[in-house]
């Protein structure tokens, strides 16, 4: 077995577990007990909540088996959370000239980023010999808050959808060596990027542990489409290759003095991340991180989401790990939202519903600064985001710290909320039944 298999044996063996139940009692029976409810309405009172009952025991049971979280259905899980968010941005970015920048992305870096810096970043451990601290960027386009990072002797790993988004950045960011054999950057930034030239297929092997390779399956003629994978004729023959997930690898180069921390951006959909993948695909060993920052990714994402998406930063994050999040808040009944307009603007992120989303049993959100769009970037102005124009915006940045325990964003105990709930329809269907049978 790898050194990848020998550290997420015990993970893979529960989850092992799981699957081959699962196979057996599909992931649909686990979510449709909603509706032999609806049908105990109805009148099938005995068959709902005998169904009910198994239903339960077998959620009790299988939370047992995995000592992880119950059984969750893909649909539910990526609601309104992945591929139509995806098609939105690869939609924006295609649309885009060449040299042309998205409404969103800013060219210089975050104000509220260098004022709390030194906040965020406080006692975070270094990865290894001479590589700082790494920070996690969900959603990073070609954001150059990641070569201040770089600046600060931080290394950086990126997760981003769109291949246009991670291509400019390493077009706009790239080193040219003049004839002193020192690096500097375009535009005479502190910090340019080498290496990063192409990306590398990532894929996951037998062993369950993710290594770069082409994930290549033969197969004698197109049977249909698969996610992640597309269908040609390349250097192994006839079949299906993997296309995504892929890794960028790169190193910051700090102009003054060629120190370098290493780069590297995942292109896949942030929902599709894993400590696993992280683990195999860059240079964090184990897979999690001690700080995240999100400068307007959790803007992005649509209400319904948004837990979703705090689930997955608590799976990517270390206990008592950072999120520094910076988002705006505005008046969101001045600018409805449209699931057709493929430019819509960051949705209006409150305290609260950063609350709602990082749970207080889970998660401590902390406001630590704000300012308004009188003298932020404009961003309300027309060439920016013609939807916000004439709306007062205000940027608010806050630092969300994971509890200690390292639990989830979703309230738990003991068993976790959905063994609770199945023991519970467990014991009221197994007590009707004997009540019927008598």
Known sequence: MSSCGTRLAPRLAGRAAVSSVALRYPCSA????????????RGDSWQGVALAGVFGASALFLTQLSHGPAVQCKEEKQAEASEDRLLRWRSTWSSLKPGKDPPFHSKATNRLLVKHLSRFIAGAPAVGDGVGPAVLVPLCGKSVDMNYFGEHSLSVVGVEGVGRAI???????????????????FEQRAVCVKGFKMPKQVSLGPDGCWTESSGFEAAGAYQGS????????????????????????????????????????????????????????TFVTGGTFH????????TTMAPKARRAYAEKLASLLQ???RILLVAVEYDQSKVPHDPRDAH?????????????????????????????????????????DPNLSGVKVVTRVYLITKSAKGSS??????????????????????ATAVYFSR
């Open 30 to 41: 686990f979510c449709s007990s909603t509706q032999y409810f609806d049908r105990d309405r």
């Open 409 to 430: 964003s979703l309230p738990s105990s003991g068993l976790g909320t959905a063994a609770i709930v199945g023991a519970s329809v467990a014991a009221a269907g197994v």
């Open 344 to 384: 819509l603007p960051p949705f209006s992120v409150s305290a609260n519903d950063l609350r709602d989303a990082f749970h207080r049993s889970s998660w401590e959100v902390e406001e630590l600064d704000s300012e308004s769009n009188e003298i932020l970037e404009p961003v309300a102005k027309k060439e920016k």
């Open 319 to 321: 206990p008592g790990g």
């Open 167 to 185: 291509m400019d950045f390493e077009v706009e960011q790239r080193c040219i060596k003049n004839s002193a054999s020192l690096y500097r950057p």
């Open 226 to 281: 698969r996610r992640g994978f597309v269908f040609k004729k390349g250097n192994e023959g006839l079949g299906y290759y993997r296309d995504s997930p892929k890794v960028w690898k790169g190193r910051m180069v700090i102009k003054e003095t060629e120190k370098e921390q290493p780069i590297n951006i995942i292109q896949a959909d942030i929902f599709d991340v894993t400590p696993e993948l992280v683990d195999g695909a």
């Open 291 to 298: 700080l995240a920052y999100d400068r307007a990714a959790f």
